[in-house]
């Protein structure tokens, strides 16, 4: 059975990129910040660095701790959700990436805890 916690009859869309260096979690907090959005669906392309990502643990145990991939990677899909928890803004962001290695292209995903932009654009649907 499906539950519906929030239905909304308006929308807006905001467009944008964040710049080189800057932090990927907190550069979207921060615009969901300046626009006021308090809840909404995330996507997110382009090249990051210093990503951590987390996955789900197969024993049923959670999430692992977020492993850290240096350097740059190409991220191909980036999916969340912006919530407002206790008064606060949170961003759930999971991430497709790619990255060169000798032996080829390497693709891996998971829950992203952390990256630094090279390029990134994204639309938040609130």
């Known amino acids: 059975m499906s539950r519906i916690v929030v239905e909304s009859h308006k929308g807006r869309r905001i467009l944008g990129q964040l710049g080189p260096g800057e932090d990927l979690i907190g550069g979207l907090l921060g615009v969901c910040r300046k626009h006021r959005v308090r809840a909404g669906a995330l996507r997110i392309s382009g090249v990051l660095q210093d990503l951590a990502l987390a996955n789900y643990d197969g024993a049923g145990k959670g999430m692992t701790a977020p492993r850290t991939f240096r350097g740059a990677v190409m991220l ?7 919530a407002e928890y206790k008064g606060k ?30 390029s990134c654009e994204f639309i938040i649907d609130a």
């Open 89 to 118: 803004n949170d961003i759930a962001l999971r991430v497709v990436i790619s990255r060169q290695r000798d032996n080829g292209v390497e693709v891996l995903g998971g829950q992203c805890t952390g990256a630094r932009v090279v």
């Open 76 to 82: 191909l899909s980036g999916e969340g959700v912006v």
